[in-house]
């Protein structure tokens, strides 16, 4: 009897855990990025309640029988396990192995390639591109070949990531058996650290989150700062006024509200862009060509290259977004067009700024417009980055208090939710204090370029270069041709150059910027 219940406290344990799995994955799937509508928004929140239900389905028919428990153990550890075509891996009953294919054509709306590229575009060509003119500043066309370089690399390593999350099975049919970037590492770990992949990938999660955040507040305070050059405000002061604004963020149970502005900050953004380049091409008489080089500022160069890095990174809700399209098969053409028209977009926007101001070029581009409509388009931007900071965050919030709040028999802390369903004291002080901290970051490194180069570097590099090609090295080995070898192993070794270069550059250089800005 003992045993028949650890057994069934077990299956719970197990079911819990899957579900809590499923609930972030689709964080990321909203967070990558920004819906193209609301309905869309909407689909990826129904997605997740379908799929809590179906799992919560099964746990308690577990607790219902014995008989039953053992069929909907061999459900949920099967209900991954499903292909595209509808078909799922030996089920047990067709209720158990009902797979998310067909829950989706019940109940929830999947999206097409083009509202797939639409996000996936939205995720690359954010307002981090600002900061690319900068990067060209130090790289001349070294950088630009880098922009090229980089929109390949990581088109080539979001379908090797994708490729992670299936195996053949006995008739040589591919078969999705993974469904997260987490569960990824996870197997290429097992079974002597089957967990130590999944936590390496949530730290690195975390952290770029966190540095978003971080980003989102210094470019907030840099763009206010110099829109109003002639109040008695000080870039610090005006971090804190974003702060201050953003600290309800901390009280966010989901984000319905949010993704309501997410269009419309995306073409504010698209307006913004073509405001700068229409100004840049009125002064094309005055481009500077002769300051494009192909020499390279060797101490600055390598936080160019972990900036361009930044500006790419889409890896972590790939999978995701990969499992609510339609028609997965044509997820690689929607890679190729997206980062093609990307890699286009920005090597333009790039080129066109710095040839407008040379060596003149800010950290920011829009600081360097003329203060008749410098203001303008800072308010605009200053109300995208606000309005961007609470998905970062919340998806931030939403990986932090599943490992240190009670999430099955271990955990750190008591569950942070009360039997009600509100948040409790010490979950809310975690909230405040993660806004906190980024205020704190960006009032003390606020310099826009570093830090976006010091994340690229460290976080972007390895969710885009390094981890795929490594993990696809190691799920695969036995299937890859040659040149697929050849291409992982190549994209390892210089994205660990690019990277540990990158980091230590932009560290000297924020380590310079703290010492400076303490003895001020």
């Given at each position: 009897m003992a045993t028949l219940i650890k057994s069934k406290l077990s299956n719970v344990a197990t079911s819990v855990s899957n579900k809590s799995q499923a609930k972030v994955s689709g964080v990321f799937a909203r967070l990558g990025f920004q819906a193209a509508t609301d309905e869309e928004a909407v689909g990826f929140v129904q997605c997740d309640d379908l799929d809590y239900e179906h799992r919560q389905g099964l746990q308690m028919d577990i607790l219902k029988s014995e008989e039953v428990a053992g069929e909907a153990e061999t459900g949920a550890e099967g209900d991954s396990h499903y292909q595209r075509d509808g078909t799922a891996l030996p089920p047990a009953t067709p209720k158990d192995a009902e797979p998310c294919a067909e829950l989706a054509a019940q109940g929830k709306p999947q999206i097409t390639s083009w509202e797939a590229g639409w996000n996936v575009t939205n995720a690359i060509q954010g307002m981090f591109v600002l900061g690319l003119p900068y990067a060209i500043l130090h790289g001349g066309y070294l950088g630009l070949f880098l922009i090229i370089f980089a929109a390949v690399v990581c088109c080539y390593t979001g379908k090797i990531l994708i490729a992670c999350l299936y195996e053949e099975n006995e008739d040589g049919q591919l078969v999705r058996v993974r469904d997260s970037y987490v569960d990824i590492a996870n197997a290429c770990c097992a079974p002597r650290f089957p967990k130590l992949g999944g936590r390496v990938v949530n730290v690195a999660q975390i952290i770029e989150l966190i540095m978003t955040c971080v980003l989102y507040v210094v470019v907030s305070g840099n763009l206010m700062y110099n829109s109003f050059p002639?109040?008695?405000?000080?870039?610090?002061?005006?971090?804190?006024?974003?702060?201050?604004?953003?600290?309800p963020c901390a009280f966010l149970r989901n984000l319905k509200a949010v993704s309501k502005f997410s269009l419309l900050c995306t073409l504010a953004h698209f307006v913004i862009n073509v405001l700068v380049i229409a100004y840049c091409l009125s002064r094309a008489r005055d481009w500077a060509w002769d300051k494009v080089k192909f020499y390279i500022d060797v101490k600055k160069f390598p936080i160019s290259i972990g900036i361009i890095v930044f500006s790419y990174t889409s890896q972590i809700f790939l999978p995701s977004l990969e499992g609510n399209m339609k028609s997965p098969k044509e997820f690689h053409s929607m890679m190729n067009w997206t980062h093609i028209a990307a890699c286009i977009l920005k090597g333009l926007f790039a080129l066109v700024a710095y040839l407008t101001w040379a060596d003149a070029t800010k950290e920011v581009?829009?600081?360097?417009?003329?203060?008749?409509?410098?203001?303008?388009?800072?308010?605009f931007l200053v109300a995208k980055a606000l309005l961007s900071y609470p998905l970062p965050f919340f998806a931030a919030v939403e990986v932090l208090e599943k490992s240190i709040y009670q999430e099955g028999r271990i955990a750190m802390f008591t569950n942070c939710y009360g039997m009600d369903g509100k948040l409790k004291s010490w979950g809310l002080a975690l909230r405040c204090i993660l806004v906190v901290l980024t205020l704190l970051m960006a009032m003390y490194i606020p310099h826009f370029a570093l830090l976006m180069g010091l994340t690229g570097s460290l976080?972007?590099?390895?969710?885009?270069?390094?981890?795929?090609?490594?993990?696809?090295?190691?799920?695969?080995?036995?299937?890859?041709?040659?040149?697929?070898?050849?291409?992982?192993?190549?994209?390892?070794?210089?994205?660990?150059?690019?990277?540990?270069?990158?980091?230590?550059?932009?560290?000297?250089?924020?380590?310079?910027?703290?010492?400076?800005?303490t003895s001020d």
């Amino acid at each position: 009897m003992a045993t028949l219940i650890k057994s069934k406290l077990s299956n719970v344990a197990t079911s819990v855990s899957n579900k809590s799995q499923a609930k972030v994955s689709g964080v990321f799937a909203r967070l990558g990025f920004q819906a193209a509508t609301d309905e869309e928004a909407v689909g990826f929140v129904q997605c997740d309640d379908l799929d809590y239900e179906h799992r919560q389905g099964l746990q308690m028919d577990i607790l219902k029988s014995e008989e039953v428990a053992g069929e909907a153990e061999t459900g949920a550890e099967g209900d991954s396990h499903y292909q595209r075509d509808g078909t799922a891996l030996p089920p047990a009953t067709p209720k158990d192995a009902e797979p998310c294919a067909e829950l989706a054509a019940q109940g929830k709306p999947q999206i097409t390639s083009w509202e797939a590229g639409w996000n996936v575009t939205n995720a690359i060509q954010g307002m981090f591109v600002l900061g690319l003119p900068y990067a060209i500043l130090h790289g001349g066309y070294l950088g630009l070949f880098l922009i090229i370089f980089a929109a390949v690399v990581c088109c080539y390593t979001g379908k090797i990531l994708i490729a992670c999350l299936y195996e053949e099975n006995e008739d040589g049919q591919l078969v999705r058996v993974r469904d997260s970037y987490v569960d990824i590492a996870n197997a290429c770990c097992a079974p002597r650290f089957p967990k130590l992949g999944g936590r390496v990938v949530n730290v690195a999660q975390i952290i770029e989150l966190i540095m978003t955040c971080v980003l989102y507040v210094v470019v907030s305070g840099n763009l206010m700062y110099n829109s109003f050059p002639n109040l008695p405000i000080s870039q610090k002061s005006w971090s804190i006024v974003a702060t201050a604004v953003l600290l309800p963020c901390a009280f966010l149970r989901n984000l319905k509200a949010v993704s309501k502005f997410s269009l419309l900050c995306t073409l504010a953004h698209f307006v913004i862009n073509v405001l700068v380049i229409a100004y840049c091409l009125s002064r094309a008489r005055d481009w500077a060509w002769d300051k494009v080089k192909f020499y390279i500022d060797v101490k600055k160069f390598p936080i160019s290259i972990g900036i361009i890095v930044f500006s790419y990174t889409s890896q972590i809700f790939l999978p995701s977004l990969e499992g609510n399209m339609k028609s997965p098969k044509e997820f690689h053409s929607m890679m190729n067009w997206t980062h093609i028209a990307a890699c286009i977009l920005k090597g333009l926007f790039a080129l066109v700024a710095y040839l407008t101001w040379a060596d003149a070029t800010k950290e920011v581009i829009t600081d360097n417009l003329p203060s008749t409509i410098r203001a303008v388009v800072n308010v605009f931007l200053v109300a995208k980055a606000l309005l961007s900071y609470p998905l970062p965050f919340f998806a931030a919030v939403e990986v932090l208090e599943k490992s240190i709040y009670q999430e099955g028999r271990i955990a750190m802390f008591t569950n942070c939710y009360g039997m009600d369903g509100k948040l409790k004291s010490w979950g809310l002080a975690l909230r405040c204090i993660l806004v906190v901290l980024t205020l704190l970051m960006a009032m003390y490194i606020p310099h826009f370029a570093l830090l976006m180069g010091l994340t690229g570097s460290l976080t972007g590099a390895g969710l885009c270069f390094l981890l795929p090609s490594l993990f696809h090295l190691k799920l695969l080995w036995r299937k890859l041709q040659w040149h697929h070898v050849f291409f992982d192993v190549s994209i390892f070794v210089i994205g660990s150059i690019c990277s540990v270069s990158g980091f230590i550059h932009s560290l000297e250089g924020l380590i310079e910027a703290f010492d400076s800005n303490t003895s001020d």
